[in-house]
């Protein structure tokens, strides 16, 4: 596939300023580039060609990954994660066609001082860590604002926008979101999974809805310029965070219910209030979740029939792509937190309403890794008779549009 925008990657590897072993504890980490044999959409010599045009004029905005690099060996993951000094997958972005990506960091496995995550002072050390290494180049830019994206964009970089899943490390404290934004989060998730001073996750059977805490907390993020994200917030909890909010939301990586019935994806009603609101829906790659019957072999048709089927509920102008992917074995990463004290990651599958599992997958083909699932995805919408304006909007395009209704 090669590079499909020309970027300015000079070849900085992360943390290549220190000494391994002397200041730091390495660990052997995946291949970023075809670690994996990759799988591109095929297409006629006209649609390629109309890909890369495609590629050079769209901003593309991948709303929610995790542009980090595993271990090879799976049992050092929960070692590694504890020490936080993750590698940026920059060779990895270099070769996608991806101009902005919110990164959502180490999230609940951020461990440094406790083993149960989302404790305020780990999630900080995670992303100082994390920032420390990007400045110390200058391919990926740490960005908190539109200008910012249109600028990597233009200048053939990658900007690198710092998000959180969910707003448990504030814990009871309002003005924590404060100090988070002037760390540098843009967006945030309220909950994830289990329920929290602001709200239900979706973990929970019984969803007692936006705390008055949590509406406090949604007062502040509007009022800051911090997107909201509901991706694993409750049902009532999520009609009741779209009702308070003054500014539109995200689902920033989920699928449709209506295809497959858990908890871990969204209700129409969910997605017609966030789209009602002016709000945004992406959906998620990750092996084993937004599983379809009509395309049960979990390959890229399997995702794109939950997009296709968001696209016709709400309309093309409330949908972009957040994939939820990065570099390395994702089922083995599920694996390594299964089990333990931290329970807020785990398998997957853990809240079927219907207690029927999918056939089980190690990655979604077309889909492994973040450069094949946002290259393909514009691979897909061409195959499929998308015209230039839309996929314009479903890449990147929508989020601009409803950043700038956010963000300051």
């Not at 009603?269 to 990750?286: F, M, N, Y």
């Not at 089927?309 to 939820?324: R, S």
Request: with cysteine.
């Amino acid at each position: 596939m090669g590079d499909p925008k020309g970027k300015k990657y000079s070849g900085y590897k992360s943390f290549q300023y220190l000494e391994p072993e002397k200041d730091y504890k390495s660990f052997k980490l995946v291949k970023e580039v075809n670690r994996i044999e990759p799988y591109w959409v095929p297409l006629s010599e006209a649609e390629e060609k109309r890909v890369h045009e495609l590629y050079r004029k769209c901003i593309v905005v991948a709303v929610h990954d995790h542009a980090k690099v595993l271990p090879v060996e799976s049992s050092e993951i929960v070692e590694w994660a504890r020490l936080a000094r993750v590698a940026t997958a920059y060779e990895g972005l270099s070769h996608s066609c991806i101009d902005a990506i919110f990164d959502n960091l180490l999230g609940g496995i951020a461990t440094v001082t406790s083993q149960s995550g989302w404790h305020f002072e780990d999630v900080v050390y995670d992303l100082g860590m994390r920032l420390s290494d990007i400045a110390h180049q200058d391919f990926v830019v740490s960005c908190g604002n539109i200008k910012g994206i249109i600028d990597a964009y233009k200048e053939g970089k990658v900007a690198f926008i710092p998000s959180m899943e969910c707003a448990t490390p504030i814990e009871n404290e309002v003005n924590r979101i404060d100090v988070l934004y002037g760390l540098g989060i843009r967006m945030m998730g309220l909950t994830f999974n289990e329920s929290n001073m602001l709200g239900s996750g979706v973990r929970e059977d019984h969803d007692g809805g936006l705390t008055y805490f949590g509406y406090r907390a949604v007062e502040r993020m509007n009022k800051i310029g911090m997107a909201i994200d509901l991706s694993h917030t409750g049902e009532k909890t999520s009609l009741d965070t779209i009702k308070a909010s003054k500014k539109p939301l995200f689902i920033s990586h989920s699928g449709a219910r209506g295809i497959w019935n858990s908890k871990r994806l969204k209700s129409d009603e969910v997605i017609k209030a966030c789209a009602e609101r002016g709000g945004l829906v992406g959906v998620l790659a990750a092996p084993n979740v937004p599983f379809s019957r009509k395309h049960p072999q979990f390959d890229i048709d399997t995702v794109m029939d939950h997009f296709e089927y968001f696209i016709n509920l709400v309309g093309i102008d409330h949908i972009c792509l957040g994939l939820d992917l990065f570099y390395g074995d994702h089922v083995a990463f599920h694996k390594a937190y299964s089990t333990g004290n931290i329970l807020n990651v785990g398998q997957v599958n853990f809240d079927m309403i219907t207690k029927e599992l999918p056939p089980r997958v190690d990655y979604i083909k077309a889909m492994e890794n973040i450069t094949e699932g946002y290259n393909n995805s514009v691979r897909w919408f061409v195959k499929h008779g998308y015209s230039d304006d839309e996929i314009g909007k479903l890449v990147g395009g929508n989020a601009v549009r409803v950043l700038k209704e956010i963000w300051f």
